[in-house]
Every structure is written in C-alpha cells, then in structure tokens.
C-alpha cells in the first residue's frame, strides 16, 4: 500500500514541533502536588504492536517499570465528564490517552479538538462500539476500525495516533493482522478501573488504587462518559502522587492516514464536522439521541494550543527536573498466536464460567458437547476440586479484572 502523504506529514510534525517549543516551556500551576510526566514513550507502529497484559495472544514485553502509570480513557467524548477530567489532568499536570469512539467524536467535534488542543494523545475505539467485534465478519470488523480512524480524525481536524484499542478488550489474530498491516497499534490494560460499575467516587478511588498497588502500576483503563471517574479521578491522581507512583505518556512515532474513500463518505455525511467548527451541540442528532439531556461545553471556548504540544512537554516534568526523557519503542513484527500460559488450569484459574463460554465459542469449541459426564456429577467434581495457585500467573481474562480475581 502505497501512503503519499507520509512525507508531508512528516513535514508537518516538524514544523509545528518547532513552533510549539515556546508554549510548551509555561510552568506548572501547581508543582507542589503535580505528578506531571516523568517519561514518553514514543511508539513506532509500523509492525502493528499489541501491548498491556490483557489478551490471549502474543504481545510486546512491558514497557512500564514499578510503580509507572499509563492513563488511559475510553468511549467519549462527552463533554459533561471530558471536561472535568481535563480539568483534573491539567491540575496534576499529566497526561493521558484517550481511545474516541467515532460516533461519539462526530457527536461531539469540539471536545476531540480541545483534549487534543490540551496535549493528550487520542487514539480510535471503532467506529460504534460493537460489544464483541471479533464475532463480526473481517470485513464487518476492518469497517468497524477504518471508520472509526476516519471519523476520529475528521473530528479533531488534524492527524491522530495509530493507536486503537479493541472494546471489550475482543481481539483476534485476524484482526491483530490487519492491525499489522495498516500500522496501527494496540492497546489492552493491566488495570481496570471497574467505573462502568462503580458509581460512587469514593468506592472507585479506593479500588482503583488498590488495583494499582497489586500490579505496581501499569495501562489503566478509565471511561470519560462517567460520572464516577470525573468525581474520583482528582483523589486517584493525589494517592498515585502520595505513593511515588509516575506517569508515563504515550506517544506515536507517526500519524495515522484515514482510508479516503471514508473520509469522503463522512464529510459528505456530517458536513458541519467537515467544514467550520460546530456548536456544542451533538454534530448528528439521531447518532446524539442518548446524550440529549448531557450539557453541552460552554459557548466560550479556551484558546486550544497545538495538537504536537505533548511532544516536547518541558512543562510536564515536576519542579526541579529536567524535560522528561524519551523512550522509542520499535517492536519486530510476530505472529499473532495463542499465548503460551503459565500453567495448565491457568483458564479456570483466571476466569469465570461466561468468559470461558465465551472463549470457547470464539475459538470454535464447546466443552459441553465434548463432555459426557453429567451435569450434576461435574458441578459435584466442580466443588471438590482444589483451586490451583495462580498468584504468580498473568490474568488473561477481563472479567476476572473487573471481579477484583487477582
């Protein structure tokens, strides 16, 4: 595939990097209690990488060390939560990763182009947020994910990350493959958040931060279309702060080039997202419908920095500290395959009765119609059988996650 626009965007990188040096040098308002940036992490995703601990297949090697966070949001933008969220990340001084579903972006343009005017990365979550994307056809599945890249970028009106992160953490290796071949890359978490159950702040804070002692930090998976995570993030980023923990930012090595035929179909379709910025009222009202009694953000907009702000983020360090230094990551490309586990009854370990269900239809195998013991016998042996240590294996399943099973 040939991509003529890379030497141009290229180009821009540059240019607007040089331009972006003076305001990225303003001071912290509050460097006391900052975390700031104590890292980047710059991905090349040429090979298409798969990282975090949550997937059944081959994946990178952890580039965290103890006690380094990554921060990371999902499914937004809505501008009730977005925006106290930016408002919390600004106040600590840190940085995240937002993954934007495309429906939601076109919904809300403005509040794409401010997370990105504030310095975060924005990454895609598909287009509209299939709860299982690897039961859908390739095709279905490719469309999902193009789509999504389009309308992300069309909302924000400049060049986003190749990141993506599947929803529902529903990976496969066709899909892992075709990752490979548009250069995109892929994120899972090592620590869930569990705000899309939690709706009390103080209940998600403390959980969150327990979590995050248990692994000694890591990818963390937050939603910004939760009331819960907007009250509770400003208490999570002060306990990360009081326990020495850092924040890690992400970053990509080059921008992602929407298929063109798509972004066509969408300047077509959302015409006031294409042209001049719109209201803060959702860009498509019937794609809107379940948002209509979210406030909108105010009519006077802060003036946006540039999107490359975060790529020499001097103002990020904590009081006293140099830039924050630049880690490249350029993983090989591998065979997306199952990953070997750590012991042979790791799955029953590490996840629960549904997943497994689940897992299983996906794989295209059906331990009921390959066991003939009756049922009542094997919910008997079920109940007498000792549960393996598992407390040095890696968690495989999202639902074991969110049930607080390790």
């Known amino acids: 595939m040939t991509r003529p626009l890379l030497p141009a965007l290229a180009i821009f990188t540059m240019v607007a990097m040089a331009s972006t040096v003076a305001q990225a040098r303003e001071t912290c308002p509050n460097p006391k209690d900052a975390l700031g940036v104590s890292r980047i992490v710059e991905i090349d995703t040429q090979t298409g990488p798969l990282f975090g601990q949550f997937t059944r297949y081959e994946k990178e090697p952890r580039f965290l060390g103890p006690k380094e966070v990554v921060l990371t949001f999902d499914d937004g933008p809505l501008p009730r939560y977005t925006k106290p969220i930016l408002d919390a990340l600004d106040k600590f001084c840190t940085k995240a990763t937002f993954f934007y579903v495309g429906k939601m972006a076109m919904a809300y343009p403005d509040m794409v182009k401010e997370v990105m005017g504030r310095g975060h990365t924005v990454g895609t979550h598909t287009w509209s947020h299939p709860l299982n994307l690897r039961r859908l056809s390739l095709e279905r599945a490719e469309d999902q994910i193009e789509r999504g890249f389009a309308a992300v970028a069309l909302a924000a009106g400049k060049p986003i990350a190749p990141f993506f992160r599947f929803p529902g953490l529903s990976d496969s290796p066709a899909m892992l493959n075709y990752m490979q071949g548009r250069g995109i890359g892929s994120f899972t978490v090592d620590v869930v958040s569990n705000d899309s159950y939690i709706s009390n702040a103080s209940r998600l804070a403390h959980r969150t931060i327990a979590q995050?002692?248990?692994?000694?930090?890591?990818?963390?998976?937050?939603?910004?279309?939760?009331?819960?995570?907007?009250?509770?993030?400003?208490?999570?980023?002060?306990?990360?702060?009081?326990?020495?923990?850092?924040?890690?930012?992400?970053?990509?090595?080059?921008?992602?080039?929407?298929?063109?035929?798509?972004?066509?179909?969408?300047?077509?379709?959302?015409?006031?997202?294409?042209?001049?910025?719109?209201?803060?009222?959702?860009?498509?009202?019937?794609?809107?419908?379940?948002?209509?009694?979210?406030?909108?953000?105010?009519?006077?907009?802060?003036?946006?920095?540039?999107?490359?702000?975060?790529?020499?983020?001097?103002?990020?360090?904590?009081?006293?500290?140099?830039?924050?230094?630049?880690?490249?990551?350029?993983?090989?490309?591998?065979?997306?395959?199952?990953?070997?586990?750590?012991?042979?009854?790791?799955?029953?370990?590490?996840?629960?009765?549904?997943?497994?269900?689940?897992?299983?239809?996906?794989?295209?195998?059906?331990?009921?119609?390959?066991?003939?013991?009756?049922?009542?016998?094997?919910?008997?042996?079920?109940?007498?059988?000792?549960?393996?240590?598992?407390?040095?294996?890696?968690?495989?399943?999202?639902?074991?996650?969110?049930?607080?099973?390790?």
């Open 212 to 406: 995050v002692e248990k692994q000694n930090g890591g990818i963390l998976l937050f939603h910004d279309i939760k009331a819960s995570t907007a009250k509770a993030l400003p208490t999570i980023l002060s306990e990360l702060k009081k326990r020495g923990y850092k924040v890690v930012a992400l970053r990509s090595k080059t921008t992602f080039e929407p298929l063109p035929e798509l972004t066509a179909e969408l300047e077509k379709k959302y015409p006031k997202v294409a042209g001049e910025p719109a209201d803060d009222k959702p860009a498509d009202k019937a794609d809107a419908k379940a948002d209509e009694k979210v406030a909108g953000t105010p009519k006077s907009k802060p003036e946006l920095k540039p999107f490359y702000e975060a790529i020499m983020p001097s103002n990020l360090a904590e009081e006293g500290e140099t830039d924050p230094s630049v880690t490249q990551l350029a993983p090989e490309a591998r065979e997306r395959i199952n990953a070997p586990k750590a012991g042979p009854k790791e799955k029953s370990s590490t996840s629960d009765p549904k997943s497994d269900a689940q897992a299983s239809a996906a794989d295209g195998t059906d331990p009921a119609a390959t066991n003939n013991t009756p049922r009542k016998r094997r919910s008997a042996a079920r109940k007498t059988k000792p549960k393996p240590d598992t407390s040095n294996q890696a968690i495989m399943s999202l639902s074991a996650a969110v049930n607080a099973k390790y």
